[in-house]
């Protein structure tokens, strides 16, 4: 088993490109099906989520080829409409593409996606908005059997909860619909942009993505697109808490500074000079890090639970006490054993987290359970002294390119053994 040897206290140096993000790919590979014609998405990252995608549209007749940061998709011989339960349990966001299999094949056989780390997964808004859209759902032996007598038809969806997937999944559903679908209290995350403005590009009528009120036209067909992924945002937080906890400074490019605005205040907070450019961010870090009063996570644009784990470990070692309050995820603090097990101070109570700072981390062995919190334990080891083993890798590369590559080039003392 493969595992990160990090001797830590390195100061880091230099500049980190980031890569496309994984939470846009997923779902534009999705909604490709969509497509009456050949679809290009340039930088798609090269994380083991978007193999899997690639997998289930193979799976389902697609054409996919992948070269360097392009993946060209043609779905016009897509026809089966089933995604295996092997699939469905590699990514848990596979349920993305259930909205795309019903409207491209009038039928979707797909299991439930069980649960993951951060807590059950429940799906509940996906199957009530689609069914809203006119989709029959028989849910048996955890499997989910879709069919639209009917045809998908337009319709007025109020998410309690402005769900991220669930977004995706009924503005894809909406497309070639008949009629007009709104949507109200819908995710306002880059990523719904990202999509509607694939989808657009391709002929589709979304209006509104990004606002709390999105209107889908269903029109009669797709045509292909080429579409450039957005930044991934997440990512770009996680190697500025890296540069943070290491005292460094640090250029984070091909960025979307504006995506970055729920970070940005916390990372002044805790002392951080922040220099913006047009399409790169620059962390002139403290020799120490201030604490952080409250941190709690939101839907965006409030500050995104996946970076909820990157910047706890960073406020491990800050001067004071942190507090954390995750408010999207059950379960999402995982990593809060690990980090003591590095010398951290923290004591989670239900949603809240307390982080005392300390001194200084000391290097363990550490064990990640899910991917943004295995990024977290990588961040504690850089600042760690002496040695620390990260295991559990195959969650950090569902959604970090070579990280490891591009921390050592910056100066880390890393390296996959
Ligand atoms: C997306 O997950 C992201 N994944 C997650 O990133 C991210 O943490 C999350 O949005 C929130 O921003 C992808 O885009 C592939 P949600 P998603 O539906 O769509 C509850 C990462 O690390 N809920 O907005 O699953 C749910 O349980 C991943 O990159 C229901 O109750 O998130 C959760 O508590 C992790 N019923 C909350 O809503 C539903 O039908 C937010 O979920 C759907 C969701």
């Known amino acids: 088993m493969s595992k990160l040897l990090i001797h830590g206290t390195r100061k880091l ?40 995608a690639i997998k289930i549209l193979r799976h389902l007749g697609c054409k996919v080829e992948r070269s360097a940061g392009d993946v060209v998709i043609n779905p016009i011989s897509a026809g089966s409409y089933d995604i295996p339960d092997c699939l469905m349990r590699e990514m848990r966001s596979s349920i993305i593409f259930l909205g795309a299999i019903i409207s491209r094949l009038q039928r979707a056989v797909l299991s439930f996606p069980g649960g993951c780390e951060l807590g059950p997964r429940p799906i509940d808004l996906h199957l009530a908005s689609l069914r809203k859209m006119g989709v029959v759902i028989n849910e048996d032996h955890g499997c989910l059997d879709c069919s639209v007598p009917e045809g998908l038809k337009g319709a007025v969806i109020n998410l309690s909860f402005p769900s991220v997937g669930a977004t995706e999944n009924i503005i894809i559903a909406g497309c070639l619909a008949k009629g007009k679908t709104v949507i109200n209290n819908a995710a306002r995350e880059p990523e719904i942009s990202d999509l509607s403005n694939f989808l657009n590009a391709c002929g589709a009528k979304i ?48 960025v979307v500074p504006e995506h970055l605005a729920p970070i940005l205040p916390v990372m002044e907070e805790c002392g951080c000079g922040i220099d913006l450019y047009d399409n790169a961010i620059r962390v002139v870090a403290p020799a120490r890090l201030n604490r952080i009063k409250s941190v ?7 500050f995104p639970t996946d970076a909820q784990a990157p910047v706890m ?14 408010n999207i995820f059950e379960s999402r603090y995982k990593h809060v054993g690990e980090l003591l097990r590095l010398g951290a101070n923290i004591k989670v109570e239900g949603r809240v987290a307390v982080v005392e700072g300390v001194k200084r981390l000391s290097g363990a062995a550490v064990e990640a359970s899910d991917l943004r919190g295995g990024a977290a334990l990588v961040v504690a080891g850089l600042a760690a002294q002496g040695t620390t083993e990260v295991y559990g890798l195959h969650h950090l590369d569902r959604g970090y390119e070579c990280i490891e590559k591009n921390l050592a080039r910056l100066g880390a003392d890393i390296k996959r053994v």
Do not use: W
């Open 296 to 302: 709690r996570t939101m839907p965006y644009p409030g």
């Open 207 to 254: 209006h509104g993505a990004g606002n709390s009120t999105i209107c889908v036209e269903g029109v009669a067909r797709l045509t292909g697109c080429e579409h450039h992924v957005i930044p991934d945002r997440i990512a770009a937080a996680t190697y500025m808490t890296a540069a943070a906890i290491t005292g460094s400074t640090l250029l984070v490019s091909r």
């Open 313 to 326: 470990a960073m406020s491990t070692v800050a001067d004071g006490t942190s507090i954390f309050v995750e």
């Open 13 to 52: 140096e230099g500049e980190v490109q980031i890569h496309g993000a994984k939470n846009s790919t997923l779902p534009l590979m999705a909604a490709s099906l969509l497509c009456g014609g050949e679809c290009v998405l340039h930088n798609c990252p090269a994380l083991s989520d978007v193999d899997t």
